[in-house]
């Protein structure tokens, strides 16, 4: 035992505390050390940690002998071992039921992979009777190599081993179960019926289609590593759910129909008649899971026995013997009637032991690796199925995004779906390598497999060797199982995919969609995958245009801008008497905001609509209208309306509509001025230029292009002064003679004197007198060309007057936004009344800016002395925010905030 704290040859002997611990308490032999490190030991009988231990030193070695010394050092090495023994044990039951799980479903799909039509070998000529066709094409025809059923079977089994090895290894899930994709069943068929046309019945068929199996694994594998290695997983997402839904419920009927032939070995059609008593039997236990599933449903509607449908298969091949001996019916006289599928292997009929050892060298066995000749290939064939391809791969795709997020929730197990897409890429590529068929991780086995206690890299590695197992003596196996146990697993999983698809969905989609998804379910039964894979896609842009034009109005509403303001603040009173004015202001300006996407669909309703708001006014009173993410301008006569877009997208259709909007509006409606805003600096949201055609405007005539919205309004407020009197325009500070050029050439009274005229300029209604009197409170202040006025975050300690010159506020921690200060702009003032810190960063961008500064100091002195000056400060600060409340970005059909 002292081996088991020794350390490695060769290391380094540390004796630490607890080392010394265990070895005085392992040479007293106490008894109750042995018990509290028993839960200590590995399966290698080495301590996991010794520094947890729980050790009890309170014993003696008086009387203690070496044999016992001996049994009890063992205890914790073989206690460990039973445990490990224990584990595996306690897994089996979950590795032998997802084992039969695959036999139960390999073998109703496997016998589906290939077109009843085309006849095995084992059953008499004409046995299979076959009445339906593909595209005019009737199947009728002997299959190329002995045992069709169990080289599907196998075919099944194969795809399934190599996924379950793959995911142990490369999924980051400990429980999942692989699975070979059954869904993907009617386009085997649809690629057997394509070969056949080309080169019949013959074994170059049979190469050239394992060829096509094999190499949309291939394709199926490198698109999912590709989309995993590049992290672009989610982009399956992005398949519209009512396709989804529409394809599995056109798969459900597609099942369902195959399991009928399946059931009868005759193609659906007016053989069924012949074939009914081997029918009955399936609609029997159909009818009869049915009821039970009925009956065992709890209050919610949910089965109160998941495991029910499960055992309900299994049952029904000792239920079918149990009923021909019942009934007198010999199993010979049975497999005669073809109650049974035929001998599926060359020594089904011998049961010896060793015939099932023969199974390994059955030429048989190994026909999957064999039947493959690249000399054999038609090219032709493998041209005509590329559109097959191609939806095969779009519809493998599927699954993944949908059972990988499903079964992580079920687990609670987070994992990336990038990642188990690049497991599906190595195992889905492996498979192809050889001729397999997709695979993928089944939600549902792996479900069962984890609550039944499945878990780990070697139950898992154990599915697989069982797995390969059935793929040896599965075939043998079937072959004693009835026809109606496959018939009825298909038709019952055929119904339920039917029932997901078209009746579970009802109430979840509007009536479009769930109209696409019968269209897509019908189209799949009459024409197969490919029409109904075109047929999604159909339905799909169909249902966005069509919603996109009826649930989503491109005109989202209007307003008047009476309440709105720009940010130029700093215009004369005379010019806001113009813009307050009812007759000849802001009121005549009407807002109508666009949303969504302007395309060919809805732009016909968006003129519409324009077109309906404008002619709303009263007569003379003509809109002027501006558009912001694509914005318009349009002037008339002096009242004037407008007009606000914001879209994600116009398309080349409706950019060329907007054009000729525009020129109806001026030609029909008489407007003269047509403000467009594309929302950015980029220009308009579409592969057109549009921006040149429409920037034409001179003199308050024409379209005009503003980058953004506040610009579009001081525009159009622009115009409405000029309308009035277009001096006034000028009789502002950005106009005067007050620009950086000229400020050399001012006096120092000359400069108070317009700094005074600015500070009038927002107190309106005082008189001069009060004015200069609180000017007499500043102190002149002069920056150059990058000074920093101040820091975000510092203490408020002025407010300041911007004289001349040119700043900018910037937010630091706020994806540096900025914003532009103009001449004649108060700063710092709320910050200075309410005593709080700077909300932005202030720079100088020219050199001899002139600023007249409000010291905290002088502020305190205000207060306490003149009482009328610090009112006018008060209402400085009440006006500001009234006019960023009511600025036109904050405004815009947003009731956050409210006029003031």
Request: aromatic letters at 12%; one cysteine or more.
């Amino acid at each position: 035992m002292s081996h088991l704290i020794t350390p490695k040859r060769g290391a380094p002997h540390t004796v630490t505390p607890t080392t010394r611990l265990l070895r005085d308490s392992m040479l007293h032999g106490n008894s109750d050390f042995y018990g509290a490190i028993d839960e200590e030991f590995d399966g290698n009988g080495n301590i996991n940690d010794v520094t947890h231990m729980s050790i009890h030193a309170n014993g003696d070695n008086n009387g203690v002998d070496s044999t016992r010394k001996r049994s009890i050092r063992r205890r914790p090495l073989l206690q460990s071992q039973w445990r490990t023994i224990e584990k595996a044990a306690s897994q089996l039951p979950a590795v032998a039921l997802v084992t039969l799980f695959h036999l139960m479903v390999g073998i109703p799909f496997g016998v589906s992979y290939f077109p009843v039509g085309w006849r095995s070998s084992m059953s008499a000529a004409g046995s299979a009777v076959s009445s339906s066709d593909e595209g005019g094409f009737v199947m009728d025809g002997a299959f190329p190599i002995p045992h069709k059923e169990a080289l599907g079977i196998r075919m099944f089994l194969f795809s399934t081993i190599i996924g379950q090895l793959t995911m142990t290894y490369a999924s980051n899930f400990r429980n999942c179960i692989a699975l070979q994709m059954v869904e993907n069943v009617p386009f085997c068929q649809s690629l057997s019926y394509i070969v056949i046309k080309h080169q019949g019945y013959g074994l170059e068929a049979l190469s050239t289609l394992f060829f096509l199996f094999g190499l949309a694994s291939v394709i199926v594998g490198a698109v999912f590593y590709i989309l995993g290695r590049l992290k672009l997983g989610k982009v399956l997402y992005f398949f519209p759910a009512h396709v989804l839904v529409g394809c599995i419920g056109g798969i459900g009927v597609f099942i369902a129909k195959t399991g009928l032939e399946v059931t009868a070995n005759a193609s659906f059609g007016t053989a069924f008649v012949e074939k009914m008593s081997l029918l009955l039997v399936v609609f029997g236990f159909e009818a009869g899971l049915r009821v039970l599933n009925h009956l065992t449903k709890d209050s919610t509607g949910t089965s109160r026995y998941p495991l029910l449908s499960p055992i309900y298969f299994i049952l029904i091949t000792p239920l079918f013997y149990f009923g021909i001996w019942a009934c007198g019916i010999s199993v010979e006289t049975a497999f005669s009637k073809g109650y049974f599928f035929p001998p599926l292997d060359d020594t089904s009929g011998d049961d010896s032991v060793q015939s099932f050892l023969s199974s390994l060298w059955s030429k048989s066995t190994w026909d999957l690796f064999r039947v493959v000749d690249f000399t054999t290939i038609s090219w032709a064939a493998v041209i005509e199925s590329i559109p097959t391809m191609v939806a095969l791969v779009l519809f493998s795709l599927i699954h993944v995004p949908i059972n990988i997020p499903a079964f992580a929730v079920s687990t609670d197990v987070d994992v990336e779906i990038n990642a188990e897409l690049v497991a599906h890429g190595y195992s889905n590529g492996i498979v192809g390598f050889f001729g397999g068929l997709q695979n993928y991780m089944a939600y549902t086995q792996s479900i069962i497999y984890y609550k039944s206690g499945g878990n780990g890299r070697a139950s898992s590695l154990a599915v697989a060797g069982l797995t390969s197992v059935l793929f040896f003596f599965g075939p043998t196996i079937a072959s004693h199982m009835p026809r109606c146990m496959a018939g009825t697993l298909l038709l019952h999983c055929g119904i339920d995919l039917f029932l997901e698809g078209v009746y579970d969905s009802y109430g979840k989609y509007d009536y479009l969609e769930y109209g696409g998804i019968w269209a897509i379910a019908f189209v799949m039964t009459m024409f197969g995958m490919e029409a109904a894979l075109l047929m999604g896609a159909v339905s799909a842009l169909l249902t966005y245009a069509i919603q996109s034009v009826t649930y989503l109005s491109p005109v989202r509403g209007s307003m008047t801008a009476a309440t709105l303001r720009s940010s130029e603040w700093n215009r004369s009173p005379e010019a806001f008497d113009v813009l307050d004015s009812d007759i000849t202001g802001r009121k005549k300006i009407e807002v109508i905001q666009l949303q969504g996407h302007l395309f060919f669909g809805n732009i016909t309703l968006f003129g519409e609509t324009v077109k309906k708001i404008i002619q709303s006014n009263p007569a003379g009173q003509l809109p002027f209208i501006v558009s912001s993410s694509n914005d318009l301008i349009r002037d008339c006569t002096p009242p004037r309306n407008f007009f606000n877009l914001f879209c994600s997208r116009i398309d080349s259709s409706a950019a060329q509509a907007i054009i000729k909007l525009r020129d109806q509006l001026s030609h029909q409606l008489g407007t003269k001025l047509v403000i467009f805003v594309p929302g950015s600096a980029d220009g308009f949201p579409c592969e057109i230029n549009i921006s040149e055609q429409l920037n034409t405007a001179r003199n308050f005539s024409g379209s005009y292009v503003c980058e953004d919205l506040d610009q579009a309004l001081i525009y159009a407020e622009d115009a409405l002064i000029a309308t009035v009197n277009k001096n006034l325009l000028y009789d502002n500070i950005k106009g005067s003679f007050l620009s950086n050029d000229q400020q050399e050439f001012l006096s120092i009274e000359d400069e108070k004197s317009h700094a005074i005229e600015l500070l009038f300029r927002k107190c309106p209604g005082e008189c001069r007198e009060v004015v200069e009197q609180f000017l007499s409170y500043f102190t002149r202040e002069t920056y150059n060309k990058g000074d920093v006025l101040w820091k975000q975050g510092t203490k408020s300690d002025s407010a300041k007057l911007l004289v001349s010159g040119d700043l900018i506020s910037k937010l630091e921690y706020e994806a540096e936004t900025t914003e532009s200060i103009s001449i004649g702009s108060m700063i710092g003032e709320s910050g200075l009344v309410q005593g709080t810190n700077r909300n932005s960063t202030v720079y100088v961008l020219v050199d001899n800016t002139v600023l007249y500064s409000l010291s905290s100091e002088a502020w305190e002195v205000m207060k306490k002395n003149d009482l009328q000056s610090a009112q006018l400060l008060y209402s400085i600060v009440v006006r500001y925010l009234t006019l960023r409340v009511q600025h036109v970005s904050n405004r815009i059909f947003e009731t956050r905030c409210l006029p003031i």
